[in-house]
């Protein structure tokens, strides 16, 4: 299992390669927490339903179609 230093180096890291955006780096803590979940559970039910939200919040953010 990751420790919670581990899983914010990479959600610094997000913060690098986004240009220091800090709802990425929030959001990237949130993935790598989410990742390390499956990897310990094998339940990505979780994983899944947050992706899916992002996409569509992305998709609505550029007026771009989801599908």
Same mark, same amino acid.
């Given at each position: 299992?990751?420790?919670?230093?581990?899983?914010? #180096?990479?959600?610094?890291?997000?913060?690098?390669?986004?240009?220091?955006?800090?709802?990425?780096?929030?959001?990237?803590?949130?993935?790598?927490?989410?990742?390390?979940?499956?990897?310990?559970?094998?339940?990505?039910?979780?994983?899944?339903?947050?992706?899916?939200?992002?996409?569509?919040?992305? #998709?609505?953010?550029?007026?771009?179609?989801?599908?």
């Amino acid at each position: 299992m990751a420790n919670d230093t581990t899983i914010r #180096a990479l959600a610094m890291h997000a913060a690098l390669v986004t240009g220091g955006d800090l709802g990425a780096v929030e959001r990237a803590e949130g993935y790598a927490r989410l990742i390390q979940e499956y990897a310990d559970t094998g339940d990505c039910a979780e994983l899944r339903q947050t992706t899916e939200v992002a996409r569509r919040e992305n #998709a609505d953010a550029g007026n771009m179609p989801v599908d």
